[in-house]
């Protein structure tokens, strides 16, 4: 297919025609997330630069299973040996559950921690000085490499209802003992009183807050709202929706968010 292919021909457009069309001025912004508590955050930098009205609102929320749902898992917490952590969510509801259902955790359990903060998190729970925690830096793979060093132990994951692939698989394809707990769930957030087509560009930060925005607003139509995505599963979700992706992040020359959004407003508030 040569170039002139790609050109405007009768009522054909071409991508690139699309999102120019779509390049209006910005107003109204909509970070599907908890306002920052840090008032030197870069949100309030692009609002002040840009004369923008930026709202916060988390499109979702972490419920706790209870204990008498978790029962019907039929899983034995104390049959494991290790417990792989993920996340402070899934340490605030591993010893929650613990908790509610009077079970003691024995000071030999080694816990796998995905990064340096969260076997901090640890802390507020245990004497992590006296317990056996491994951690990666950042990264699954890091933590598969800290868990082929114990194979004989029977690993627990507490997890939510919704959670990433990677894990599991690995623990499958090496034939790891290893038992999946639902611990909490991710729900979408009650968004009725929300004026959603108000908004120039919404910012989208995982799958589950563009399945909220359906669940909301079953009838949603984008029209000349944009959408921001940060990451690649975060912008599949978007396109899979049926939406246009306008704003993608992280990108070389705009790491987070708040840059890539900066790159588009400045485009197409011609500043």
Do not use: W
């Amino acid at each position: 297919m040569n170039d002139t292919s790609m050109q405007s021909t009768g009522d054909r457009t071409t991508p690139d025609q699309v999102m120019l069309d779509r390049l209006t001025k910005v107003t109204r912004l909509l970070v599907t997330q908890s306002r920052p508590a840090d008032e030197k955050s870069p949100y309030f930098d692009l609002a002040s630069k840009y004369n923008l009205q930026i709202d916060f609102r988390p499109f979702i929320e972490i419920q706790g299973v209870s204990a008498k749902d978790f029962r019907r898992q039929k899983i034995n917490i104390l049959a494991h040996t290790a417990i792989i952590f993920t996340s402070r969510n899934a340490i605030d509801h591993f010893f929650r559950i613990c908790q509610e259902s009077r079970i003691e955790i024995p000071a030999d359990m080694k816990y796998f921690c995905i990064s340096e903060q969260t076997a901090n998190y640890l802390q507020k729970y245990i004497v992590i000085r006296k317990r056996k925690i491994f951690n990666g830096t950042k990264t699954a793979t890091e933590l598969f490499d800290l868990i082929k060093k114990h194979k004989t132990e029977k690993f627990l994951f507490p997890c939510s209802n919704i959670r990433r692939n990677d894990i599991p698989e690995f623990m499958d394809t090496s034939s790891l003992h290893f038992t999946e707990a639902v611990m909490y769930e991710t729900v979408p957030t009650d968004l009725s009183d929300l004026d959603i087509q108000s908004y120039d560009i919404i910012a989208f930060f995982s799958p589950s807050g563009v399945s909220s925005l359906f669940s909301n607003f079953p009838d949603y139509k984008q029209n000349g709202t944009r959408m921001a995505a940060f990451g690649p599963t975060t912008a599949r979700a978007i396109t899979e929706a049926g939406l246009v992706l306008d704003i993608e992040a992280p990108l070389p020359n705009a790491p987070s968010m708040t840059g890539a959004l900066e790159l588009y407003i400045k485009k197409a508030n011609n500043q």
